[in-house]
Nanobody
Framework: QVQLVESGGGFVQAGGSLRLSCAAS????????RAWFRQAAGKEREFVAA????????DYADSVKGRFTISRDNAKNTVYLQMNSLKPEDTAVYYC????????????????WGQGTQVTVSS
């Protein structure tokens, strides 16, 4: 079982930046593709970004391309989401997710989840 713990959320004004972290532990976490999802109030959980466990390939939702960057530090078993030029519509609870194999856009494909961290962007 893989355990994921997020940190780094908070309150920021539009145009500001935040960096989220997702630390992993447990069995097989090294072969787990990691992704970030977010869920705004009253909306469905949506894909934000992913990074493959084997080759480091990354992918982003169109809404965050050019503003968010996903990266990993294998020595720290941690994945990051650098969020720049934040907009009020980025306000949501952000979740780190993991799965074996390739990344998928559907949140139902992931079997490891963090507890979530709130990101609030004011206008």
């Amino acid at each position: 079982q893989v355990q994921l713990v997020e940190s780094g959320g908070g309150f920021v004004q539009a145009g500001g930046s935040l960096r989220l972290s997702c630390a992993a532990s447990g069995r097989f976490f090294r072969i787990y593709t990691r992704a970030w999802f977010r869920q705004a109030a009253g909306k469905e959980r949506e894909f934000v970004a992913a990074i493959s466990w084997n080759n480091g390939n990354v992918d982003y939702a169109d809404s965050v391309k050019g503003r968010f960057t996903i990266s990993r530090d294998n020595a720290k078993n941690t994945v990051y989401l650098q969020m720049n030029s934040l907009k009020p519509e980025d306000t949501a609870v952000y979740y780190c997710a993991g799965k074996e194999g390739s990344y998928r856009y559907a949140y139902t494909a992931y079997d490891a989840w963090g507890q979530g961290t709130q990101v609030t962007v004011s206008s």
